[in-house]
């Protein structure tokens, strides 16, 4: 199993709303990460988790609120969004190798906020 | 801060010839390049990845080259085929696993 699964695959909300973003792997992969992704751009880190703890934020506003409950999950919550934060949003995973390896990503939640 | 970027934002090539792909790189302590390919409405699809301590690596129909000295990396694609077509990446990977991408170039296989 080679797949990193992200759900919904489409989400529209309001600015006043919450949800949430999940993504789930069983690769056994230990890092975990949140990018977001405008039409014709690259993907944008924004939080990075390695061993469930939050090794890297990029700086992301705080009404983005990633969470890693356990080695196979992450979310990230949504909480007053701004209609710029519309977006392809990417989770990937990877092992943990010193030299680096590879990420998978899934195939993303495009979040729409009216 | 140091970034990756790439050259050549659209390159058009003709079914069945080869496709040059190029990416310079200026964080010098990244010590891990990979090359994604993107399709419309999906994820990143790994296609080949390199070490710092290579200078040359070979997949299926896909060539990464290194250049150390002059910060450039490249992808080469044989006998490019519709399948091909997307916008491709390269991404470097520096401490804590942070995994920063290039601004992308698509490609486009003309039949």
């Known amino acids: 199993d080679t797949e990193v699964t992200q759900t919904p695959k489409h989400l529209v909300m309001g600015m006043t709303n919450k949800k949430s973003l999940k993504c789930e792997q069983h690769m056994g992969h230990r890092a975990m990460y949140w990018y977001k992704q405008k039409a014709k751009k690259p993907p944008e880190l924004m939080f990075v988790y390695s061993y469930e703890k939050l090794s890297i934020n990029e700086s992301v506003p705080s009404r983005f609120s990633p969470e890693c409950p356990n080695s196979s999950l992450l979310n990230l919550h949504l909480h007053a969004l701004q209609p710029e934060d519309s977006a392809l949003y990417l989770c990937?995973?990877?092992?943990?190798?010193?030299?680096?390896?590879?990420?998978?990503f899934g195939q993303g939640t495009r979040l729409t906020v009216v | 801060g140091e970034s990756v970027g790439l050259h050549l934002p659209t390159l058009s090539v003709q079914e069945g010839d080869n496709s040059i792909i190029n990416c310079a790189y200026s964080?010098?302590?990244?010590?891990?390049f990979i090359w994604y390919k993107q399709e419309s409405g999906k994820g990143p699809q790994f296609i080949i990845d390199i070490r710092s301590n290579m200078d040359k690596r070979q997949g299926q129909r896909v060539t990464v080259l290194l250049n150390k000295t002059v910060k450039h990396l490249s992808l080469q694609i044989a006998a490019t085929q519709p399948g091909d077509s997307a916008v491709y990446f390269c991404a470097e990977r520096g401490g804590n696993n942070r995994l920063a991408f290039g601004k992308g170039n698509q490609v486009v296989v003309i039949p």
């Open positions: 964080n010098s302590a990244s010590d891990y």
């Open positions: 990937a995973s990877s092992q943990v190798l010193q030299g680096g390896t590879e990420a998978f």
